[in-house]
């Protein structure tokens, strides 16, 4: 009843824009002149500043699961790293990666499911109630399509994951008058992709042209238009539209790699100037405190819950360019390879400061990225220190993103080794230029860049999603070595995730993906 659940809670409870005001905490003031039970549309919204809290409450559907921080665990689905220690809130991730994926696998699947549609329907509230704030002389049309905007490009976001994750699916546009509207049959992924551009290409019309600084702006809507258009192999399209975020010069490579990750580095001027959007976090507003305190830093750079595969360790070339398997370099321990692996990952043998505690890892590796060693280590009580905003989109990803396109669309050119060389010659990185002669034809170019993607953006939740949309996910998991002597599972129909039993139960309309 997940779907139900989540809209009924809405139906009943942000009438009167409980959306901010319950849940993600309004002003006092407002709550003593309106009390929870006379909360109305007639009560809310009804000036600007109620649209800009509506839309507040819109971004903190942001902050939870896989939209928020614990999308890194989309690695453990992928050769990237493994669920190696159960986290609670995410459990039976590992099950579904040695085969036990069903209706009834729950945690992790239920909140890939439960998530997106959560951010749905906040936006759905906000587009349904918003034009009535129009009745304030101070709010006008134009500033209100700017706040549409940034809410159909939320829509679009948390879509993209419900199309990518189950492929045909349930599609709600409007917020229900009553739960029977709720009872709806799957909608085609060619409908939910519709919808997805749509929003979009009015949020590229209506946002801000600047640099992203915390709420969605036209760059942000162009990139994830790319991404889109690259998932559907629209690669003339992809291309185009990622040039325009290219060409547009409001975005750049930052010049610290490892600060991308880290509130100290985010709030810099020279790292931000990458990130075309993330999820934020304050100290106001942390990543995780119920049922239990916990966050990055801990999950990750304490707890261990996500262990890398030597598989990706081992990709990384040497720092001169060369494979690993057949270099003059000194290369043991993983030494002299590409500066991107030792601010990924913590290497074997390698020391971490403040005696920060180092415990056995079952891969033989830990994640470093996103984990703020400066502040390690960490209690539970300390988990307000989590406060890294989440990385869903940056400028390196557009670049290797239109050289993909590029490639696929016409075989390699300039534009296409030039956008390589530029994120590989990130200052602090310096790996050499893609050798011209070696990645002459499309198809070795094609594997050249899923390397790079691989290493570039490794443990930002991107693998998975690039396995599944190359069609190779079966060939590069099913029978790869995990942890705990078993191994990986992936079969056909796993391309598309199985729909929650409990949303099947409650929607006689909604019929199961097949293979499950």
């Not at 238009?225 to 490579?253: H, M, P, S």
């Not at 198809?443 to 290493?455: A, D, Q, T, W, Y």
């Not at 998975?464 to 190359?470: E, S």
């Amino acid at each position: 009843m997940m779907i139900m659940k989540t809209y009924k809670k809405i139906y009943n409870f942000f009438i009167g824009a409980v959306v901010a005001c319950v849940i993600w905490s309004c002003d006092d003031d407002f709550l003593e002149k309106n009390p929870l039970d006379s909360l109305s549309s007639e009560t809310f919204w009804q000036t600007e500043d109620h649209v800009v809290t509506g839309l507040a409450g819109v971004y903190a559907t942001l902050t939870e699961n896989y939209l928020g921080y614990e999308r890194v665990y989309f690695e453990c689905l992928s050769d990237n790293a493994a669920n190696a220690l159960p986290n609670f809130e995410q459990r039976f991730l590992y099950e579904m990666t040695i085969g036990a994926l069903s209706a009834v696998s729950g945690g992790a699947l239920n909140n890939m499911f439960l998530q997106p549609y959560k951010a749905v329907t906040a936006c759905n509230y906000f587009l349904a109630n918003a034009d009535n704030a129009l009745e304030d002389p101070l709010l006008t049309e134009s500033d209100l399509e700017v706040y549409k905007a940034e809410v159909r490009f939320v829509r679009a976001l948390a879509y993209f994951d419900v199309v990518q994750l189950w492929g045909d699916a349930p599609l709600y546009v409007g917020f229900p008058d009553n739960l029977d509207e709720m009872v709806v049959p799957k909608s085609s992924s060619a409908d939910i992709y519709q919808l997805i551009e749509d929003d979009l290409n009015f949020a590229i019309a209506n946002l801000p042209d600047v640099p992203y600084s915390g709420h969605a702006v036209k760059g942000s809507a162009q990139g994830l238009l790319g991404r889109v258009l690259l998932t559907q192999e629209k690669w003339d399209e992809a291309a185009n539209v990622l040039k325009e975020v290219i060409d547009g010069g409001k975005f750049q490579l930052a010049d610290s790699y490892k600060d991308i990750f880290l509130k100290g580095g985010q709030a810099n001027p020279s790292v931000n100037t990458e990130i075309l959007f993330s999820t934020k976090y304050s100290m106001n507003n942390v990543h995780r405190v119920d049922p239990v305190p916990a966050g990055i830093y801990l999950e990750l750079g304490q707890q261990y819950y996500l262990q890398p595969f030597a598989d990706l360790a081992d990709v990384y070339q040497m720092s001169n360019g060369d494979d690993p398997s057949s270099t003059s370099l000194p290369s043991e321990n993983y030494q002299n390879r590409d500066p991107r692996l030792d601010m990924t990952i913590k290497l074997p043998n390698e020391s971490w400061p403040n005696d920060v505690p180092i415990f056995s890892s079952s891969t033989g590796f830990v994640m470093e990225k996103y984990v703020d060693l400066d502040v390690m280590p960490l209690t539970s009580e300390d988990a307000f220190e989590s406060d890294n905003d989440f990385v869903h989109l940056r400028y390196a990803d557009i670049l290797l993103m239109y050289a993909e396109a590029k490639n696929e669309a016409n075989g390699p050119d300039a534009s296409v080794y030039e956008a390589i060389d530029e994120v590989r010659g990130r200052t602090g990185v310096n790996m050499p230029a893609v050798d011209r002669g070696a990645f002459a034809d499309q198809g070795s170019l094609r594997e050249f860049i899923r390397n790079e993607r691989r290493v570039e953006l490794a443990l930002e939740g991107l693998r998975y999603f690039d396995l599944k949309r190359w069609k190779i996910a079966q060939s590069e998991l099913d029978g790869m070595p995990t942890t705990n002597g078993n191994i990986m599972v992936f079969k056909d129909h796993f391309y598309k995730l199985p729909f929650p039993q409990a949303e099947l139960d409650s929607n006689p309309e909604l019929v199961q993906n097949d293979g499950y």
